[in-house]
């Protein structure tokens, strides 16, 4: 199901919609190869490629006539693709110790359900303390 995200407010200029749970983020360590130009250049002609070529093709052919069959539906689904953006902490999520999931979680679960959380702010203080050490760490095996 494609669900559109309503805005904040009156005073949000567009609409800011974050894929979750259904892509992966692609990394290259940097033991991998000396030759760092050629992976970044590898990547960047990949990721270059695979949006020109077959983004459209995926969404056009396989979303748009297959699973959504109306003009409606279509014109929703090139709305929410035309405003996602992606930044770190949902790309990296699991790096920085789920501080999004958190969130989600605690507006999705009632209490006494599995996976409610307590207190957010308690839970959202450690998950901080947490976070900085594994966010520094993940970015020490870049930049050692």
Not at 32 to 54: K, P
Not at 71 to 91: A, C, L, R, S
């Amino acid at each position: 199901m494609v669900i559109p995200v309503p805005m904040f407010d009156e005073h949000q200029e567009e609409y800011r919609i974050v894929p979750q749970d259904n892509y992966s983020s692609l990394s290259i360590l940097c033991n991998v190869t000396t030759a760092t130009e050629v992976v970044t250049r590898t990547l960047e002609v990949m990721g270059s490629e695979s949006y020109i070529n077959l983004r459209n093709c995926i969404q056009e052919k396989c979303y748009k006539q297959r699973y959504l069959k109306t003009q409606p539906k279509g014109k929703m689904f090139d709305y929410i693709v035309d405003n996602i953006y992606q930044e770190f902490g949902h790309t990296y999520t699991k790096v920085i110790e789920h501080p999004v999931q958190l969130i989600r979680n605690y507006a999705r679960y009632l209490p006494g359900e599995s996976s409610y959380v307590e207190s957010l702010t308690t839970s959202l203080e450690t998950t901080e303390v947490l976070a900085v050490q594994k966010l520094s760490a993940f970015l020490q095996q870049f930049y050692g």
